[in-house]
Structures are given as structure tokens and as C-alpha cells.
């Protein structure tokens, strides 16, 4: 594969050539510092810091990291695991970053002092452990910007230790992988922005120094990041869920920040196909409580994610810095790029329902600004992805100030075999670890590994938002059907899940919920509560007749393999069904929350096929598919205006 071939390429998905590697260096701005910032960006901040009092908070909070700092060691070249350098490579960036910048602003000879004893360190290091290379781009991005931002402060001589060290370790190693066109250079997910970005930011750093050698890596790593940025395309989501959206968009951005400060455009990456609808993501997938819809390997805590604030200036998304804002945790960037901008979403009237495509997720909620708003996150997907999970048809639940049905994140990447030939053996990445169906459970794998599944129906009102998503693909071995449709009704305050299934053969189905609420069962197993504080989430099975919930702990089936090591998932419960012998089968669960004094449903519906909803906008006339109210008289602690009435429950259309 040539670099005549990649150009080509590069002309035709950006509209623009690449530049040639020897024309890296006519373009390059010749003054330090020339990463992210400019010589004059750093008065900016200091009146910024003088004048906004978030801003000045995110400084203080960087001034105490940087004492902190000073009175810490400096980092050690250190593989606990046998793999991964990476937490040292982190740690390193952070104090570079944030030493650097309060030199800048404070004037501290300390700061200085203290940015290179870490870097001395790292320096002499015996390498940067190149074959985990996010460990060696990582490291090299700290490089970058305590050699570019510090340029001026240091001695002839340090400059060549800190040159040395970036060229040896990092640049050279890198340069092998884009000449071969192999590994992380070919890849569509996070490896690829992590690595081409923090070798891109040593590279831009050393341009002018090393001209012909920066910019043939500088040419490969523009023509490389095209790859997974087509991922983001239609509409800013992330295959990998939202923790590894956060990891691959900040090195995408400072990346792309960076060409621009260093040498004024960034060839057109940042107008790719769903870019700048990117912002979204985290925004539509985080609950009311804080958490996010954690599919994949990833946790469910808030995401912080500086890159926020700049992309809300590039793209003009003002409600992309309110995020950032909202979630600061005082990095560095957080003040680099600090915007005052943006109002919350529902000042902004963003819609309360999403559906991302090709990524195939939808988010409903009740409400944007309410800490106990209800929201229901539900996914079809692609099981190859990468970091994906068997987890096709799985969902979470937020209400009432909790999340009741949760997902598990991702285990142990150290286990035998995570990334490998054992993956799906490990409880939290097989379709038993996730809130959505198991059939004909055995030791093998319970969804199909290469399955896709898309959502074939989607529509959100003002008053219910419902989703329906072929999960067949998921199940093909057992199945000739599998729907799962999941209904969040914003007046009557409920959530409906329904399966419908049609086996090859009779055989055998679980569905499951996670929690880690407290769980009873009632004793013919046709209702539950779930408890959590002085709030509670009552759920009935209404199909199939003969079914009943049970809790388990959140382990294995008996069927199921139970590697050493993994994850027993300790305060966890999951709310589950069995049934038996079936061939046809319509699963259908009722989830209501219950404030504090509120009694559940007295009277409960009668499911319906999935196909009974109409089309969007052809319900007009209400009597079409609206009823009389099925949850009547919840016995409320406090009198309540009467209901409007309640269209009949799942009445979905999946054409």
C-alpha cells in the first residue's frame, strides 16, 4: 500500500491532498509554544482565571494537583501487569500538562523544576513499551507538550535529552508501523486516535528541527485517523460505548486542535460525516443520575471530557460546553478550552428521545433537568465491535433518583484470554451478564458473535417514546424471531418490555434485569419490588401466564462456563424468568416506579402484539389505539388530578 495510494484516498474522503512530507515544514508556525496554544493564549487565561469564577475554580483545583505534585517522586518505569505501562504513561501526561500551564500562568521556577525531574525520568527510560503502543503515543504526547509549552524555559541541553528521548521512543518505533501500514494504523476504534494523536503532537512538536522525518508521520497519522472518524458517521455516536467514545474523541480532538495552532488546518478531518454531532453522544447517554449507558468495556461513571469545550467552539454547539462544564473534574484542557457558553439541554430544547444509527442505540427519558426523571437506554448493535459485548437487545433503567436495571461494565482485562479465544466465557461479557435474553443456555456463546442487529422502529411523542429491534441475528442458531420492543410512557409514568419469540424448535428462554436493589418477589412470582432508599420499582410479568420471576445472584447458569478470576459481582441481583418448551413465546414485563407512599397498579393490561401501534402520526384519531386507563388508582399519598387515558400498552409497529 503506497503513499501515492493513501494520498488518493485522503483527496477523495476529504475533498484535499495531504500534504507531502516535505512540505510539512514550509507550513509549520515556527515559534513555540505551537501546541493547542499559542505565546498569547496564556494572558488570555490569567484574565480568564481573574474574571470567571468557574474558571478560577478549575485553577485552584490544578494549583493544589500541582503542589501535590511537587511533593511526589517522580514516576517509575513500571509493567504490574506484565503489559501495560499505560497508568505510568498517564500519570506523566497529567503532571506535565498541569505543571506546565501553572508555570505559565503563576511563573513558578518550582513548576519548571519539578515538569523536568519527571521528564528526566521518563527520559531514561529503556523504552516506552512500544509493543502496548497506546503506552508509547501516550507518553510521547507528554513529551510534546512539556517540550513545546516549556521550549523557551529550557536549557540547549535539555532540549536534546527531551528531542532524544521523543525521537527514539516514540517517533522511530511509530514510524515502523506506518511504513508496514499494520496494526493501530489500519484500525477503525481508539487505538488508532490515541496513537496517531500522541505521536502526531511529538511530531508536530520537532517539525521544524526534524523536517523530512516529522513529516512523513505526520503525513501517514492524517491519512490513518480517517479511518475510525468514519465511524462517527451518521450521527456521533461510538461503537465502543461512551467510556471509550471519551478516550478516542479527546486524542481525536487535541490532535486536530493541534494542527490547526502548529500549522492551520486539519485537512478537512473535522468536517467528516457526524463529527460534529459527537457532542451528543455523552449528552443523550447519560442519565439523570450521572451514569451513562455503559455498553461495552467500559464503566458507568460521568464522563469528563475537556474535549467538549472545544468542540463546542469549533462546531458552534454551545450545549456541548454546558456538559463540560457540568462535569468538570479541573484537567488542565478544562481551562485550555473553557467556554462560558451553552444553556442545559432542556433550555436548549433538545428533544428528550434519540436514536443514533449504525451504532443503533436509543435513549428516552421524561425529563432533562430533573434528578428523578425516568430514563431507559436500549441498544440492538453490532457485536464486532471493538470492545464490544454480547449484550444485543440489553438495556438500563434510571428513575426516581436510581438506577435500577444496571450493566455490569467490563472485567478484568488481565484474565486469561480477555481479549482473545476465552472472551465469552466471562459472565459480564455474555448475554447472561447483560438485561436481555438467553436461549438454550450451554457453555458456548449466547449470542452469535459477529451478529448485527438493527432497530427497525423508533418514535418518540410528546407524551410515550417506544423503540423495536430485530434481535434475530443475535440468535439465529435458535431462532426464526426475536423482538424485543421497550416503551417509556411519560404521562402514566411506566416502562414496558416485551419479547416476542419464535423458536426452530421448543426450547428453553431467560430473560434477566441486574440490580443492585434490594428484591422480593411475590409468592406466585408474578410481581416483584425492587427497593432502593425510601423509593421503589415494582415490576409484573403479564406474559407469559404460566411464567414467574425468580432472583438470583448474578453468576453463571449452571450451563454456563465459570472461569477462575472473573468477576463474582457482589451486591448484585439479577430479576429473572425461565420458561420452558416453547416455541412461540411473548415475554411481557411491566416496570413502574413508585415514590415514597405511592401503591402499584390495582389493575394491570393484557399485552399486545408488537405490531399494533400505528405508524407515526397516523394516530390522530385517539380511539385508534387509545383505551381507557389501565393503571388506575395507584393510591397515591397525595390526591391527584385524574388520568388521561392510557393508550393501550405496547401497542408497537415493527414495519
Known sequence: MSFLWWGCVMAFALGGTVWAPNEWALRVRREHPRLLVTRNHFPHLQQLVRTNPQAREIYERLKRSAERICQELPSRYEIPDGLRLLATSRRVLNRIYTLALLYHLDGEQRYLERAWRELEAAANFPDWNPRHFLDTA???????????WLYDAWTEEQRRILRDAMVTKGLQPALKFYREKTGWVMARHNWNQVCNGGIGMAALALLDELPDFCGEILSSAVQSLQLPMREFAPDGAWGEGPGYWNYATSYNCVFLAALETAVG????????????????????????????????????????????????????????????????????LDLVWFNEGGKDPQAERLPLDKYFRHVEVVTMRTAWSDHNAFFVAF????????HSHLDIGTFVLDAMGYRWALDLGADDYNLPG?????????????????????????????????????????????????????????????ATKVHRGVLLDRRERFVWVQDEVTLKEPGEVWWF????????????GKTAM?????????????????????????????????????????????????????????????LVPLRAGEQPPTKLPAPQPLTALPLE???????????KSLLPNRGDAEPKPTRTPLPSPLHFCAT
Do not use: C
Request: net charge neutral; hydrophobic share 40%.
Open 513 to 524: 434485569l441486574h440490580t443492585t436493589a434490594e428484591v422480593q418477589q411475590s409468592e406466585d
Open 138 to 148: 501516550e507518553m510521547a504526547h507528554a513529551f510534546a507538550i512539556g517540550y513545546d
Open 418 to 478: 480477555y481479549f482473545g479465544r476465552a472472551r465469552w466465557t466471562y459472565y459480564r461479557l455474555r448475554a447472561e451478564g447483560h438485561n436481555t435474553l438467553v436461549i438454550n443456555p450451554s457453555a458456548d456463546p449466547d449470542q452469535d458473535p459477529r451478529a448485527e442487529a438493527k432497530i427497525i422502529r423508533f418514535v418518540s411523542q410528546p407524551d410515550r417514546a417506544f423503540a423495536i429491534a430485530d434481535l434475530t441475528p443475535a440468535y439465529a442458531r435458535h
Open 379 to 386: 441498544k440492538a448493535g453490532d457485536n464486532k465491535f471493538n
Open 265 to 332: 488546518t486539519d485537512f478537512g478531518l473535522s468536517q467528516m460525516d457526524g463529527f460534529a454531532e459527537t457532542g451528543l453522544f455523552p449528552i443523550y447517554l447519560t442519565g439523570p443520575t450521572g451514569r451513562t449507558f455503559n455498553f461495552a468495556d467500559g464503566g458507568d461513571g460521568t464522563l469528563r471530557a475537556p474535549q467538549m469545550f472545544w468542540l463546542a467552539r469549533k462546531f458552534n454547539r454551545p450545549i456541548y460546553a454546558w456538559y463540560a462544564r457540568t462535569t468538570s473534574a479541573a484537567h488542565p
Open 530 to 590: 425492587l427497593r432502593q432508599g425510601d423509593v421503589r420499582l415494582f415490576a409484573a410479568l403479564l406474559s407469559p401466564t404460566d411464567a414467574r420471576f425468580t432472583v438470583m445472584d448474578a453468576r453463571p447458569l449452571p450451563t454456563s462456563p465459570d472461569p477462575k478470576g472473573q468477576n463474582l459481582n457482589k451486591g448484585v441481583r439479577k430479576l429473572a424468568v425461565q420458561v420452558s418448551s416453547v416455541t412461540e413465546l411473548r415475554l411481557s414485563v411491566l
Open 617 to 627: 402520526g397516523s394516530g390522530g384519531a385517539e380511539t385508534d389505539w387509545w383505551g
